[in-house]
């Protein structure tokens, strides 16, 4: 069982904004502001898309923010296209005894 | 090009031993933490462990500690899980992953980080 909470499934239309919600406790996501998303694609190793909660690295597409209050911490995808479709993991820091726990996961559908 | 290639994974009866390589290229491997994630299949992730730039640090999750240790040579770009008593559990695709940013563990201890690289992994499958 994940420590972090995510819904199994979310879809959109074309060019629709989707939000994915990482939900965890106030020992890690509400704690650190060590959150990170990854998007992977069937068969394919995860990448990463957002760190420290908010930031993108280099080459990730301004279609992707991340935010966080309380104890959850969100994805939005803006835009939405087809090659989006793929599967959505947070992950948040959890302190030296855990160190890191991943939500299940979230499928993005494009409609 | 950075690149992060597993190695070692294959077909282990419950109770067996197996252990994987991570062998990195176009990056100084010795200044970064680094990581194992495996996915077991339908499955979500889970972190396994975690080492420190110059090992001192190392983390293990629960489900492994005692039996899963990690280890790098950082002469030869290269990182292990040496992973014994095995259970079927333990079946998944192993991936090794960098830490974003450079960690120098002796002067500032074990900075937690975002995973940027990840091998495309290798699958592990304990069954009798």
């Known amino acids: 069982q994940s420590a972090l909470t995510q819904p199994a499934s979310v879809s959109g239309s074309p060019g629709q904004?989707?939000?994915?919600s990482c939900t965890g406790t106030s020992s890690d996501v509400g704690y650190y502001n060590?959150?990170?998303?990854?998007?992977?694609?069937?068969?394919?190793?995860?990448?990463?898309?957002?760190y420290e909660v908010s930031k993108r690295p280099s080459g990730v597409s301004n279609r992707f923010s991340g935010s966080k209050s309380g104890n959850t911490a969100s994805l939005t995808i803006?835009?939405?296209?087809?090659?989006?479709?793929?599967?959505?993991?947070?992950?948040?820091?959890?302190?030296?005894?855990?160190?890191?726990?991943f939500g299940p996961g979230t499928k993005v559908t494009v409609l | 090009e950075?690149?992060?290639?597993?190695?070692?994974?294959?077909?282990?009866?419950?109770?067996?031993?197996?252990?994987?390589?991570?062998?990195a290229s176009g990056f100084t491997f010795t200044?970064?933490?680094?990581?194992?994630?495996?996915?077991?299949?339908?499955?979500?992730?889970?972190?396994?462990s975690s080492i420190s730039s110059s090992s001192t640090y190392i983390f293990n999750a629960d489900s492994v500690k005692g039996r899963f240790t990690i280890s790098r040579d950082n002469a030869k770009n290269s990182l292990y899980l040496h992973m014994n008593s095995l259970r079927a559990e333990d079946t998944a695709v192993y991936y090794c992953?960098?830490?974003?940013?450079?960690?120098?563990?002796?002067?500032?201890?074990?900075?937690?980080?975002?995973?940027?690289?990840w091998g495309q992994g290798t699958m592990v499958t304990v069954s009798s």
């Open chain 1, 17 to 20: 904004s989707i939000t994915i």
């Open chain 1, 34 to 50: 060590l959150v990170s998303w990854y998007q992977q694609h069937p068969g394919k190793a995860p990448k990463l898309l957002i």
């Open chain 1, 78 to 101: 803006s835009g939405l296209q087809a090659e989006d479709e793929a599967d959505y993991f947070c992950c948040s820091y959890a302190g030296s005894d855990s160190l890191y726990v």
């Open chain 2, 2 to 23: 950075v690149q992060l290639v597993e190695s070692g994974g294959g077909l282990v009866k419950p109770g067996g031993s197996l252990r994987l390589s991570c062998a």
């Open chain 2, 31 to 48: 200044n970064y933490n680094m990581n194992w994630v495996r996915q077991a299949p339908g499955k979500g992730l889970e972190w396994v």
């Open chain 2, 97 to 117: 992953a960098r830490d974003r940013e450079e960690n120098d563990d002796i002067l500032t201890g074990y900075s937690p980080e975002a995973f940027d690289i």
